[in-house]
């Protein structure tokens, strides 16, 4: 009913991530945790009810499970802790909440529900703080597509109607699920080993271009690895790539590498040249036309456009967003002009790709 009225007051409500989650772990517990919960039986009156807690747990872990590794990209592997770390704690919270909002103020009662609120929201916090700080507290750098989460849903719904109905064909039904998803990221991990390409990265104020071959990469930036920039969008880019090495140089550093080869603003990767132009490099005039696959330009001046047409001949220019809108336009101008493709970072997508 909520969801319902909800939805009434806000059809876009469907698309935020806390609505499904939230109640798709409501749908969990109604239809999943009376399943989960016959699986085992206890005598024991404390043993029953800590068990009812378990199943809830895992009832709603297991219907979330592939939106928030959609989403978030990891698992809890102390789901069931840290439920229970949540579960029993915000009872105390929520009915000691409701007391001291409601009840007039009281000496001693008042302050004694205060505290006692107060205190059972910081122990949750240093509980679930300890739990995620714990060694393999969790699986990270899962990457799955929109068509993955849905065969995961289609495998847990199967597992679950067979747990429930003990039909033979549902458990069929899952399996076939499991096997086309498992085809899937296999598919995937065997695209990403055999294909090589360029990313440029749109990063404000800062240079970002990878060059990926298989699951090795060498990445242009003045990023460090500590940077917030770099953690928060350069990092989970490198994850869903799958790369397992990577080599970091300074936008301005010349490279000699197997299959990759940079001096001052010229890049050889494979087959495929790149140019590489800036403030510092683009007023300079060549006294020969350079031809390349690309031109990479990032910080270039309005004054500094008219001698690129000059100096290159390109098939792609890739803008970042560190240059002024009015050498863009010239600059898309001179693109048109030669019939060359474009692409803005922030308004299209930026990857070239290169090879196989």
Known sequence: ISAFFLLLYDPFF??????????LAVGGLIV?????YRWFYF???????????CSASIAAQVITFPLSAYYFHQFPVYFLISNLLI????????????AYLLLPAIPFASAALAWLLEKSILAMDNALGFIEHAPFAGISKIWISVWDCLLLYGVIIGLFYFFYS???????YSLIMMLIFSLSISLKRWNTLNTSNITFLTLKKHTGILFKTGDKAVLLTDLADTDKAYRYSVQPYLDSCQISSIQ???PDKDIQL?????????????SKRLVLLNNQNCGQALTQKIEADCLYISGVREADTALTGKNYYCKLFVFDINNSP??????EQQADSRHANYWEPGRNKSILPVSN
């Open 166 to 172: 003990k039909k033979p064909l549902s458990l069929r």
């Open 87 to 98: 579960i029993i704690p915000s009872m105390v919270i929520l009915y000691a909440g409701m």
């Open 14 to 23: 469907i698309l935020d991530v806390g609505f499904q989650l939230s109640y």
């Open 43 to 53: 005598e024991n009156k404390w043993a029953d009810k800590l068990w009812i807690l």
């Open 258 to 270: 197997p299959g990759l080869l940079k001096k001052d603003g010229l890049v050889q990767f494979g």
């Open 32 to 36: 999943f945790q009376p399943v989960v």
């Open 248 to 250: 970091r140089y300074q």
């Open 326 to 331: 009015q050498a863009v336009h010239l600059l």
